[in-house]
Nanobody, 121 residues
């Protein structure tokens, strides 16, 4: 079994910062891509940022220059540093990881339970 557990969400004033973490645990052989998504009320889930096992990153246009994704492969953990938060960033943030549980299996996507981020005065 594999689990992804997010932490670090909360309430922050506009212009503030938060750092999200997502740790994968369980029967993990390898992890390739790790991504952060978000879903605001009444909206579809959208990709925020992603990072490969080699450290290549990609970002949605709406967070470029404000958010930074990173990962610690030894800890099977991905981070999202969020600066200059805006009310429009308010959403539940989910991490997603492509994980192989053995060398013989294809990778499959696993999701965390989500963590609420609210930017409001």
């Amino acid at each position: 079994q594999v689990q992804l557990v997010e932490s670090g969400g909360g309430l922050v004033q506009p212009g503030g910062s938060l750092r999200l973490s997502c740790a994968a645990s369980g029967s993990i052989f390898s992890i390739s891509a790790m991504d952060w998504y978000r879903q605001a009320p009444g909206k579809q889930r959208e990709l925020v940022a992603g990072i490969t096992s080699g450290g290549t990153t990609n970002y949605a246009d709406f967070v470029k220059g404000r958010f930074t994704i990173s990962r610690d492969n030894a800890k099977n953990t991905v981070y999202l540093q969020m600066n200059s938060l805006e009310p429009e960033d308010t959403a539940v943030y989910y991490c997603n990881a492509a994980i192989k549980t053995s060398s013989l299996r294809l990778p499959r996507a696993y999701w965390g339970q989500g963590t609420q981020v609210t930017a409001s005065s």
